[in-house]
């Protein structure tokens, strides 16, 4: 049986965050860069969880990942308000195509 330990947390979130990055910078849909902060903010709360667990260092780990999900949560709730708004004005939600409010 293999043993689950410090390095298998790292690569998972490293993989989240790499793919979270890979969304962000190739996607021009305004909902997929959400999805992939999403997965870059989970990459970083399997960090602090592992980090909590294996690390010793005394940190509340646990804690500082359920104020990162709460975080995550008021974005996602304030980003698609805001995605919302912008489709309903301008019916697209490409982030290339909108340029109107510089205007």
Known sequence: MIEVGLNHFLVVSTFLFSMGIYAIVTRKNAIMVLMGVELILNSANINFIAFSRF?????????????????????????????????????????????????
């Open 55 to 103: 690390g010793n260092f005394g940190l509340q780990g646990h804690l500082i990942a359920l104020f990162v999900i709460v975080l995550a949560a008021a974005e996602a709730a304030i980003a698609l308000a805001i995605v919302l708004n912008i489709y309903k004005t301008l019916s697209t939600v490409n982030i290339d195509e909108i340029d109107s409010l510089k205007d």
